[in-house]
């Protein structure tokens, strides 16, 4: 069975990018453009990855990652953080919040799915 991966990201380029990537390498995508549809998207899709956008309208990704891990159903789901706006400590902001890990964009495919197969297994 395929692994599922919940893509967060606002950027209709870059989502549509992450998913076809991701779709191509036998994963089962769901896209979510609105970080206000985010937990209820994950709840429904039960994913076993979430790549979160940082920078989103209206919800800040990293609420969203600490969320998630409040979250009795969403806990456990890895996040992978991807942000536009890597500046000295974001990392670390990142990774507190409950990101298992991160990537700054632009993001290359090679780095990307070496971090996606790392959490998915």
């Known amino acids: 069975m395929a692994k599922r991966i919940l893509v967060v990201e606002d950027n209709d380029l870059n989502r549509k990018l992450f998913c076809d990537v991701l779709r191509a390498s036998g994963f089962e995508v769901e896209p979510v453009a609105d970080g206000e549809l985010v937990l209820n998207s994950a709840r429904a899709f039960d994913p076993d990855l979430v790549i979160m956008d940082i920078q989103l309208p209206h919800v800040s ?3 969203l990652i600490v969320a998630m891990g409040r979250d009795g159903q969403l806990s456990d789901v890895p996040v992978l ?3 536009a706006y890597a500046g000295k400590g974001d990392e670390e902001k990142i990774r507190d919040a409950g990101a298992a890990s991160y990537l700054a964009k632009p993001v290359s495919i ?3 799915m070496a971090a996606v197969r790392q959490l998915v297994g």
């Open 61 to 63: 990704g990293l609420d």
């Open 81 to 83: 953080a991807v942000t």
């Open 110 to 112: 090679g780095p990307f």
